[in-house]
């Protein structure tokens, strides 16, 4: 049996994600191929570049200079949604998916879809809620961040398995959101193997 096949997403910039960096390159040392996709402002591990394919999803047009703000969010979704769709669905198919939240919008539903599609396992690695952070600036009671809350819950409930880094986030997925599948960053190694 061959190699299994791990993406790990970053709708960000792959360079600033140290901790992705750190699951990428503890993957290829467990033995997978990886494959990294996200935005490649920053350079990337030398690690990684030497043994894992990364494949850069273009930026946003930046929308919010030309519309109002709501509108450019839609638009800033729709482009997100085709270019990362695209990007994960062009290279070579994955076994699992590793995802990074935040950015949860449109990041889980694109990975989500595309493990339903080629039956990989889907997996979420909490670094925060995006619903608290998008809180900050529109406030708690705001629409899109009852929209975002409902989103994340949604698919973080469809995860196979979930990763954070605080006992405390393992904790508050289970209690606030019913979430069983959380293991602490250091376990990893342990749902990757369980996943082949």
């Keep these: 049996m061959g190699k299994k096949n791990v993406c790990v997403v970053v709708l960000g910039d792959i360079g600033r994600s140290p901790r992705m960096q750190y699951h990428a390159q503890s993957l290829i040392r467990q033995g997978f191929n990886v494959d990294i996709v996200g935005y490649t402002d920053s350079p990337v591990l030398d690690d990684l570049k030497e043994n894992a ?3 850069g999803v273009r930026k946003p047009f930046p929308f919010d200079k030309y519309v109002p703000r709501l509108i450019a969010f839609l638009f800033k979704v729709v482009w997100q ?3 990362l769709f695209w990007a994960i669905l062009v290279k070579r198919k994955s076994d699992i998916v590793l995802v990074q939240n935040p950015p949860a919008i449109p990041t889980l539903a694109v990975c989500w879809f595309y493990c339903l599609l080629v039956n990989a ?27 975002s809350l409902l989103y994340e819950h949604f698919f ?7 990763l954070c880094v605080t006992k405390a986030m393992k904790e508050d997925l289970h209690e606030k959101w019913n979430i069983e599948q959380v293991f602490l960053q250091l376990q990893y190694i342990y749902i990757f193997n369980l996943s082949t």
């Design 53 to 55: 394919t990364i494949i």
């Design 81 to 83: 949604t085709l270019t």
């Design 121 to 147: 396992k889907f997996i979420i690695d909490w670094h925060n809620y995006a619903y608290s952070i998008l809180a900050l600036t529109l406030g708690s009671n705001a629409p899109l961040v009852k929209l």
């Design 156 to 162: 973080g409930k469809l995860a196979d398995s979930n």
